[in-house]
């Protein structure tokens, strides 16, 4: 049986998470998140965490069965290709059906938890932080997605 790595933190990852059975990848976080990891091993980089895509992989089942994802799969191979339209329908669908199982609570917390401290936890202000959204599929040879993720500075806990 494989273990899948929901989170990965750092820069604690460096040396421990690195030699991890399952370390970071370009296939489980992308090449953003998997910079930073490398970067955190030499340079002084702020505590945080990237979860993977198999803690994402819930949300992507749900989403692969939508028509807004059927339409945006039959757009690309259409003359006129994806629009905006395409992206925003679901983006949407997403926000409207997509909310964190049982199981993603608690990976979250815990990586919460072993980021900023053990009484940590995601409804307690954390101070300011970043959130970035990214894929292992941006920036690769013969495919972008720049501007296609969003990053939102200054989240603080609601």
């Not at 790595?5 to 976080?29: M, R």
């Amino acid at each position: 049986m494989t273990h899948e790595q929901h989170y990965y933190v750092f820069p604690t990852c460096s040396a421990e998470q690195l030699s991890h059975p399952t370390p970071p990848t370009l296939k489980t976080i992308g090449g953003k998140a998997l910079s930073l990891f490398e970067t955190s091993a030499t340079f002084p980089v702020p505590p945080g965490f990237v979860l993977t895509v198999a803690f994402c992989q819930p949300w992507l089942d749900q989403i692969n069965k939508t028509d807004e994802w059927r339409a945006f799969i039959a757009a690309a191979d259409d003359p006129n290709g994806v629009t905006k339209d395409h992206c925003d329908a679901i983006k949407a669908k997403c926000h409207e059906i997509l909310s964190l199982d049982e199981s993603q609570k608690k990976r979250l917390e815990t990586a919460i938890k072993e980021t900023f401290g053990p009484d940590a936890n995601s409804s307690k202000n954390l101070g300011i932080v970043a959130v970035r959204s990214s894929s292992p599929e941006e920036d690769l040879v013969g495919l972008s997605f720049a501007g296609g993720y969003e990053t939102t500075l200054g989240v603080a806990a609601a």
